[in-house]
């Protein structure tokens, strides 16, 4: 069974910038949707953000529109989310999701994902 594993959380000053990673244990990464989701203390697991088999395909949580990019690279099995401009209230632990998709869709909503990574932990210090 794939296993999805992130990384590059850690504390960052507000303002900052931080790149997580998500690797996939085998091939073919290519076949999988992938979202990004994020969980505070307390908090349920919200929406971060989609990117369809095409990496031309994208979706935003509002909250970071404008600030966050997802990528993936098919090629080396990986997803990121680049984390600009950071704010207190994206303290979280982030997590990848992924699932199987022979199309062209993005997922929003944490029940239509079937696989999940560890989660990485990020704080944003004020």
């Known amino acids: 069974q794939v296993q999805f594993v992130e990384s590059g959380g850690g504390l960052v000053q507000a303002g900052g910038s931080l790149r997580l990673s998500c690797a996939a244990s085998?091939?073919?990464?290519?076949?999988?949707?992938m979202g990004w989701f994020r969980q505070a203390p307390g908090k349920e697991r919200e929406f971060v953000a989609a990117i369809g088999r095409s990496a031309s395909i994208t979706y935003y949580a509002d909250s970071v529109k404008g600030r966050f990019t997802i990528s993936r690279d098919n090629a080396k099995n990986t997803l990121y989310l680049d984390m600009n401009t950071l704010k207190a209230e994206d303290t979280a632990a982030y997590y990848c999701a992924a699932r199987l998709e022979f199309g062209s869709a993005y997922y929003t909503g944490s029940h239509e994902y079937r696989y999940w990574g560890q989660g990485t932990q990020v704080t944003v210090s004020s």
């Open positions: 085998r091939a073919p990464f290519g076949l999988y949707a």
